[in-house]
């Protein structure tokens, strides 16, 4: 069955149902990472369940965890640590790497050899490798995980955006641009990053869902967030041990993790061509 396109005539492209969807998704999750602390029932070390891992009931939407707190408030608390450290992270990430993209291609020679032999031997690390060895060496905070997670997936993201703005810098308005003498910011802000930002965005909510799924393994291993905080990979580790019992615990946050991942893939998916493949 083929999905309804919805038309936009403001805006001279058609937005796919499903991705409206999983738009109103994404947005959901980034209003829960905003106003949780405010909408949370309980605080999140309140034990009000004398059950462990209780089931979902009137006075408890998700259930209780393994110490017996509500784990609907301790997701919504969650929510915060997982979306804002990895959108924080991606940002930092992608920043970095596109600037350093269009910088190397533009300015090509040495510098682009050496920057691009640097960023591909950080690349071939295994990211979880890494991360597992750098949070190991020198603790685990947020500052920490922001910043490790921001230079695992710099250099994927300035190997995508050399690709693009190699590509713009061969165009015939970039040449014009060199020959009436612009500068090298000129061709790199004015130039090549307004016609490469759709792809740009597009690689951004891709290397997000990377970091969330980086992010929640490493507090799955107890190596991410540290208590009393808790991410949804945390979340997850801290109840396991309701996994036979098919504890609301454990798969409310597993169902979180994926719902979020699963709508920014949609979206992007699902962008407009306009949007997603100019370059």
Known sequence: MSQMPVSSPR????????????GLIILFWALVAIAGPS???????????????????EKL???????????????????????????????????????LGMTAAVTGGWFDTVLSRVLDA?????????????????????????????????????????ALAVNCNTMDYVTVARARGERTLYLIFQEILPNITGP?????????????LLLSGLSFLGLGVQPPNADWGSLVKENIGGLPFG???VIAPCLA???????????IDNLPVKIRDRA
Not at 73 to 95: D, E, H
Not at 139 to 162: E, H, W
């Open 11 to 22: 805006f001279g492209f058609r937005i796919n149902t499903t991705g409206i969807v999983a």
């Open 39 to 57: 909408i949370a029932p309980y605080a999140p070390g309140d034990i009000v369940d004398f059950d462990f891992y209780g089931p979902i009931s």
């Open 122 to 162: 950080l690349n071939s690390i295994p990211s979880k490798l890494f991360g597992l060895v750098m949070v190991a060496a020198i603790g685990s905070s947020i500052p920490v995980l922001i910043g490790l997670l921001a230079v695992i997936y710099t250099p994927g993201s300035y190997r995508f955006a050399r």
């Open 257 to 267: 993790i994926a719902s979020l991942t699963i709508s920014v893939n949609l979206l």
């Open 61 to 99: 939407w998700l259930g209780s965890d393994y110490l017996g707190r509500d784990i609907f408030s301790r997701i919504l608390l969650g929510t915060r640590y997982t979306v804002g450290i990895s959108f924080a992270a991606v940002c930092i990430a992608c920043f970095s790497g596109v600037v």
């Open 200 to 212: 740009v965005l597009a690689d951004l909510g891709l290397r997000f869902v990377f970091i969330v």
């Open 247 to 249: 504890a609301p615990a």
